[in-house]
């Protein structure tokens, strides 16, 4: 009466705590390039379906651009995201970063940091200013200059050795980054949730049960999976389960302990292999054979608009490594997508299997 009893609870147990499904109902996002996923949702998946985690919430603009809110600085627009790196490239709609900058970007009350951060310093030149004419070269930050005037901003620590005459210093602000001058975008990372390798395995996260706060990882066969196809399954292991929970009853009168003990170990046996299959990576000598190309002085690219490593998100530039993977052409850092090979036997952009 008492294995029954045990045995009713964890049955209920299970019906309990499923798995959370809120992933199935949610909104991809407005822009086809950047995909949203947790932990990020958009604005318009209800509470209920818990789609993020807290501080990562994206609205759409236009319906063709993803954008994210920083309470102090305002709307940005996603120009990518790396989940397994845990990074995420912001834009300025109005196509004006620097003047977001001389505005202040405050980043608080946000899960989102700088990688690095750098003091920069805005200057107000006249257009024939010397320091457009020293070697080296400053450029005017188009968006902020006119005929009359010409905006400049410069690492701090190069203003002294710089020929700054004719130029009126605005402002010293926080660079989010170590280049040397302001980019067309924003690299920002977060710490929480982690799941960076939850991604780099192949995996996904989300909230562990519908009714709890943990993120958990989830296996790639559990991803995508149709709503009626994981009741079916739910409901058949449910029952299987119901079923050998009388058997073992029965057995245990009638103490037949040994055939039960090879029931387990066999299905011990194949989950484990399951478990294996799905997460076997290639073999270095397997990863050397791919192409590897390196970056000359012209930063010529086999795909010329594809210039940023869909790993790391930094730009190529000269004398990098790149290696290609050969069925789908798609191409990263050398040191990047061999880390990750070495785990997953996909592509981390369209996950084929090699």
């Not at 045995?7 to 992933?23: D, E, K, T, V």
């Not at 790396?82 to 001389?102: E, G, K, V, W």
């Not at 690095?116 to 257009?127: A, G, I, M, Q, V």
Request: aromatic share 12%; charged share 20%.
């Amino acid at each position: 009466m008492a294995d029954f009893r045990l045995f009713l609870f964890f049955f209920f147990l299970l019906f309990y705590l499923q798995p959370s499904r809120s992933h199935e109902s949610c909104h991809p996002g407005c822009d086809l390039m950047v995909p949203i996923h947790f932990p990020f949702q958009m604005m318009s998946n209800p509470p209920e379906n818990r789609c993020g985690y807290d501080g990562f919430t994206v609205t759409c603009k236009n319906e063709t651009r993803n954008i994210l809110t920083f309470p102090f600085s305002g709307d940005f627009v996603i120009d990518s995201i790396s989940y397994f790196s845990q990074r995420i490239s912001i834009t300025d709609p109005c196509n004006c970063i620097a003047r977001r900058l001389l505005q202040g970007f405050n980043y608080s009350d946000t899960p989102f940091r700088p990688l690095d951060t750098r003091n920069f310093t805005f200057l107000n030149c006249t257009s024939d200013a010397p320091v457009f004419q020293s070697p080296g070269g400053v450029s005017p930050i188009p968006c902020l200059s006119s005929e009359s005037h010409s905006f400049v901003a410069l690492p701090t620590e190069r203003v002294g050795a710089s020929n700054t005459s004719s130029c009126t210093e605005v402002v010293t602000f926080m660079h989010p980054s170590l280049d040397d001058s302001i980019k067309d975008s924003i690299l920002l990372t977060w710490k929480e949730p982690d799941c960076g390798r939850c991604e780099s395995d192949g995996g996904f996260c989300q909230y562990k049960y519908d009714t709890s706060s943990e993120v958990s990882c989830f296996t790639p066969f559990d991803h995508g999976l149709p709503k009626y196809e994981r009741y079916t399954v739910f409901v058949i292991v449910s029952t299987g389960l119901c079923i050998v929970g009388f058997i073992i009853i029965i057995r245990r009168k009638i103490r037949s302990q040994g055939e039960e003990s090879d029931t387990e170990i066999s299905r011990s046996t194949n989950t484990s292999q399951l478990e294996n299959v799905a997460g076997k990576g290639l073999d270095s000598p397997t990863i050397k054979m791919y192409p590897t190309t390196v970056v000359d002085e012209s930063l010529q690219l086999p795909k010329p608009t594809d210039n940023i490593c869909p790993i790391c998100l930094l730009e190529y530039k000269a004398n990098d490594i790149l290696r290609t993977i050969p069925s789908c052409a798609h191409y990263f850092h050398v040191h990047c997508i061999d880390e990750w090979l070495k785990r997953n036997a996909t592509c981390p952009l369209c996950r084929n299997y090699y």
